[in-house]
């Protein structure tokens, strides 16, 4: 069974960074297209940021040049990287990933378990 394992969160003052983490678990044939969701209390679940296995990414637009997504494929690891934080990014963050575990596979949707981001003063 794949897993995904997240790390980084924390809590930052406004305007500091973190780095968050997904580590897939190995012996997994491909992974396509990996991402960050995060949902704050009161709010239905937001699309982050996403990268394709070709290195193109996606955000939404409230975190452009605040955000960078990346990928070691080597790793099965997925980052995002995120400086001038503010209050507002303030959200429990979900990695996921599509996966084909074996070559027989179909493509499934994996997910982290969520680390907790507060940016507070």
């Known amino acids: 069974q794949v897993q995904l394992v997240e790390s980084g969160g924390g809590l930052v003052q406004p305007g500091g960074s973190l780095r968050l983490s997904c580590a897939a678990s190995e012996n997994i044939f491909n992974i396509y297209t990996m991402g960050w969701y995060r949902q704050a209390p009161g709010h239905e679940r937001e699309l982050v940021a996403t990268?394709?296995?070709?290195?193109?990414?996606n955000y939404v637009r409230s975190v452009k040049g605040r955000f960078t997504i990346s990928r070691d494929s080597a790793k099965n690891t997925v980052y995002l990287q995120m400086n001038s934080l503010k209050a507002e990014d303030t959200a429990v963050y979900y990695c996921?990933?599509?996966?084909?575990?074996?070559?027989?596979?179909?493509?499934?949707?994996?997910w982290g378990q969520g680390t907790q981001v507060t940016v507070s003063s």
């Open positions: 990268i394709t296995r070709g290195g193109d990414t």
């Open positions: 996921y990933a599509n996966i084909r575990i074996t070559i027989d596979d179909r493509i499934y949707t994996y």
